[in-house]
Structure formats: structure tokens, C-alpha cells
């Protein structure tokens, strides 16, 4: 399923952008955080 990450709150950002995307919203404000989920993907 999903592999945890050493930081927490990296964990719930990842979580919280994930039902964003289920509920249909692709965007988000911060693209920082959009760099930060492609790297978290690749490194799983």
C-alpha cells in the first residue's frame, strides 16, 4: 500500500493531497509541495 516515511507530517501532507486529487482538485497553491510529492513518489 504505502510505504511510511521517517516525517510525520510529510505523511499526512501526502494523505491529504491524495484525497484532493480523488475529490477532483489537481491544483494546489503551493508548487513546492507539488515538487515534494514527486519526490516522495520516486523514492518509494
Known amino acids: 500500500m ?3 516515511l521517517p ?3 510529510i505523511n499526512i501532507a501526502e494523505y491529504n493531497y491524495n484525497i484532493k486529487l480523488a475529490k ?3 491544483y494546489t497553491t503551493n508548487k513546492k ?3 515534494l510529492k514527486k ?3 520516486y523514492k518509494i
Open 7 to 9: 516525517d510525520c507530517d
Open 24 to 26: 477532483g482538485l489537481y
Open 2 to 4: 504505502y510505504t511510511k
Open 39 to 41: 519526490i516522495l513518489f
Open 33 to 35: 509541495f507539488l515538487k
